[in-house]
T-cell receptor, first 111, second 113 residues
Framework: EDKVVQSPLSLVVHEGDTVTLNCSYE??????LLWYKQEKKAPTFLFML????IEKKSGRLSSILDKKELFSILNITATQTGDSAVYLC???????????FGKGTKLSVIP | GAGVSQSPSNKVTEKGKDVELRCDPI?????LYWYRQSLGQGLEFLIY????????KSGLPSDRFSAERTGGSVSTLTIQRTQQEDSAVYLC???????????FGPGTRLTVL
């Protein structure tokens, strides 16, 4: 059965810290992995990764995919209170367009 | 124009009643998806539309759930004879044709009393 596991489930850090969120997956015929940020209800798209070893970067956020070891990480540097959210990892597999989500990592950034 | 919109934002209903949830995708997006997020659970796929056709309905949990899309735009998710376990946030997303990046709406929080 295809699945995605995120760790840790929750994390509390101080402003200015750097955090690394983990996502491991098992999927037949992997096609892409996506990261979303969910603050209230609507998940907001962050990154999509399809190729191994190529880092995607946007400001203080970056992500990389390892297709051999079947995982991805999301890094946030110099965290701010506005980074507090649930971060969701999802994948797509061949022949399907549905996203299969992990349960998310809840990040709390305290001043 | 703007992002994905959904209505209503909140819906409270009594057990056994039917409800309709509406989704208006991003203009030009041919693909539309419905997901459900229950308390403490991850997002769960329900159904996928490409245009007005639904090639993947594999996530609909029972025959009480149905969805349609007309004019390649607005979609309605209908839940008949609601049960308390249907209480969740129902999220709609849209994407360009055959693209993996999906953009989500704000969701409808359904509470079944």
């Amino acid at each position: 059965e295809d699945k995605v596991v995120q760790s840790p489930l929750s994390l509390v850090v101080h402003e200015g810290d750097t955090v690394t969120l983990n996502c491991s997956y098992e999927v037949t015929n992997f096609r892409s992995l996506l990261w979303y940020k969910q603050e209230k209800k609507a998940p907001t798209f962050l990154f999509m990764l399809t190729s191994s070893g190529i880092e995607k970067k946007s400001g203080r956020l970056s992500s990389i995919l390892d297709k051999k070891e079947l995982f991805s990480i999301l890094n946030i540097t110099a965290t701010q209170t506005g980074d507090s959210a649930v971060y969701l990892c999802a994948f797509t597999g061949a022949g399907s367009y549905q996203l299969t989500f992990g349960k998310g990592t809840k990040l709390s950034v305290i001043p | 124009g703007a992002g994905v919109s959904q209505s209503p934002s909140n819906k409270v209903t009594e057990k056994g009643k039917d409800v309709e949830l509406r989704c208006d995708p991003i203009s030009g997006h041919t693909a539309l998806y419905w997901y459900r997020q229950s308390l403490g659970q991850g997002l769960e796929f329900l159904i996928y539309f490409q245009g007005n056709s639904a090639p993947d309905k594999s996530g609909l949990p029972s025959d009480r759930f149905s969805a349609e899309r007309t004019g390649g735009s607005v979609s309605t998710l209908t839940i008949q004879r609601t049960q308390q376990e249907d209480s969740a946030v129902y999220l709609c997303a849209s994407s360009q044709e055959f693209a993996d990046t999906q953009y989500f709406g704000p969701g409808t929080r359904l509470t079944v009393l």
